[in-house]
């Protein structure tokens, strides 16, 4: 009886293997005058090593010749010695399959004879678990065919060719892609230019590109410096607006300067024009925006020919009774002198004179606070209505009869009396107490010359100091006497 890897018959047909088809996979097998006795799958076998011949039978079948350096041993308990080629299964390796390989079998295959690892192409490594760049050698496919914008692009075991960022494959060549397309979603927030192989972002005014080159943060024109607002600043976000102090006002045609201003509010009431069939509360429609913009003209004409610096006139209030409007004007005050004044001489036309509205001169009257015009036509009254006159200042009429604020001086007439009345006083008794002083210092020096010399008289003299004269030639006494003397006219010069 044969006995071949662990089956025993007496119809085992040696030395022959066969490899046979079933059921789409091939199997290892021998061959018996009576069955076939299937080994193992054909996985198993490495076809490299074996010569193989075609059998003519029923069923087609590969056959190999048993060789020594295809299997070393056949025992008679069946396959003890498996072939050196591929024989062990996936993962196993040496005598009997007994190693456990280490590699990475997913990228690799295990020499059955050593267990070394054998890479698959794009792996690399003792273990087979690294990738290999393809991109960074130059040898490459994408390098070597030469296309322009064609780049390398790495995976995992491979790599593949493609254009370069900035650019899109039309099937033949790489051509720009444009980014700022409606198509296409760049990451600009402002404004996108396209340019060849790529784009730049930029903003709107009043902000500036971010770091990021893509985004826009806005600009603080106020810190910067950059506002060329003449007083006050104020950010906003992608803006700025510019303001003034107490006393200005921003200059509606450079909205960065500020100009001195006056302001003014009153009321109108005109007496002849009938606005009973205008719907006056609705302040935004079309009926009511006209009938303002007919009045802010019509009086923006007569205060312009009295006030030449009115900057502004606004209407914010209609009502009916012939019609009532309520308004406020702006004066510069750098363009107009006394620009009170001028107002007043504006309300007085308008009250006086009328309002010419679409050719037709209508009776007017004005109201400031509490007073009416007419009857009120007193212009310091009129003046101080409008908050004319303030802190020291008072309303007096020019001679050509306007009226205007003047300084009140005459709180100080008496301090200006006293000091001019008194600061001479003062010196002529200064000067009348030295001049006092100085003659009693000189009286009193003559006055003791005069007793020494009555003195030196009243003393008896010898015969010879009478020959000699008044004044000795020689002699102590003498010498003494007219040294006195002397000091004394000294002291009285």
Same mark, same amino acid.
């Given at each position: ?12 047909? *040696? ?6 088809? +079933? ?28 010569? @193989? ?13 048993? *060789? ?24 196993? =390796? ?27 192409? #794009?792996?690399? #490594? ?20 030469? !296309? ?50 790529? =784009? ?5 005014? #009043? =902000? ?31 803006? +700025? ?8 006002? @921003? ?12 302001? +003014? ?38 205060? *312009? ?27 510069? !005050? ?100 030295? #001049?006092?002083?100085? =003659? ?54």
């Amino acid at each position: 009886m044969a006995s071949f890897c662990g089956f025993e018959s007496s119809n085992l047909v *040696s030395p022959f293997f066969y490899l046979k088809l +079933f059921s789409g996979s091939l199997f290892l097998g021998c061959e018996s005058s009576t069955s076939d006795i299937h080994l193992g799958l054909m996985s198993d076998i490495h076809l490299g090593l074996m010569s @193989v011949r075609w059998m003519s039978d029923i069923s087609p079948r590969w056959m190999s010749d048993i *060789s020594p350096r295809w299997m070393q041993t056949l025992a008679q308990d069946g396959c003890q010695t498996l072939a050196q080629d591929g024989s062990c299964s996936s993962g196993t =390796y040496g005598e009997e399959c007994k190693n456990q390989c280490e590699c990475d079998l997913s990228h690799s295959t295990c020499d059955p004879t050593n267990g070394k690892c054998l890479c698959s192409t #794009g792996w690399t #490594g003792s273990l087979c678990k690294d990738d290999v760049d393809e991109c960074a050698n130059s040898s490459n496919l994408c390098v070597t065919e030469g !296309k322009a914008h064609w780049g390398c692009k790495n995976s995992p075991g491979t790599y593949k060719c493609d254009c370069i960022a900035g650019y899109q494959f039309n099937g033949t060549i790489c051509t720009d892609l444009d980014e700022c397309a409606a198509s296409y979603s760049n990451e600009c927030n402002g404004s996108c230019t396209n340019t060849e192989g790529s =784009y730049t972002c930029s903003c709107s005014a #009043g =902000y500036k590109l971010a770091a990021d080159l893509r985004a826009c943060d806005d600009i603080d024109e106020c810190t910067a410096g950059t506002s060329g607002c003449q007083q006050k600043c104020t950010n906003e976000v992608g803006n +700025f607006s510019c303001s003034c102090n107490t006393g200005y006002t @921003v200059d509606e045609t450079d909205r960065k300067k500020c100009y001195e201003s006056a302001g +003014f509010d009153y009321q109108v009431k005109v007496e002849a024009n009938d606005v009973s069939e205008f719907i006056l509360r609705e302040t935004k429609g079309m009926e009511y925006l006209n009938l303002k913009a007919k009045y802010e003209a019509a009086l923006n004409v007569t205060i *312009s020919q009295y006030v030449e610096g009115l900057k502004d006139l606004l209407i914010y209030s209609m009502k009916k009774g012939s019609i009532i409007i309520d308004f406020t004007t702006i004066v510069d !005050k750098t363009v107009t002198q006394n620009a009170a004044g001028k107002m007043v001489e504006a309300i007085l036309s308008i009250a006086e004179k009328g309002l010419m509205v679409d050719g037709v001169l209508q009776n007017a009257s004005v109201t400031i606070g509490n007073i009416t015009v007419p009857p009120m036509k007193d212009k310091c009254v009129i003046l101080n209505a409008l908050g004319g006159c303030e802190g020291d200042t008072e309303c007096v009429i020019y001679e050509q009869g306007e009226a205007y604020c003047r300084k009140n001086d005459h709180k100080n007439i008496p301090l200006i009396v006293g000091l001019s009345v008194g600061l001479p006083l003062g010196v002529i008794c200064i000067a009348a107490i030295v #001049g006092c002083l100085w =003659y009693k210092k000189k009286y009193t020096a003559q006055r003791r010359i005069n007793v020494k010399e009555a003195n030196y008289m009243d003393r008896p003299t010898t015969p010879k100091e009478s020959i000699s004269g008044s004044r000795p030639s020689s002699g102590t006494h003498a010498v003494s006497a007219w040294s006195e003397k002397e000091q004394l006219v000294t002291q009285k010069d």
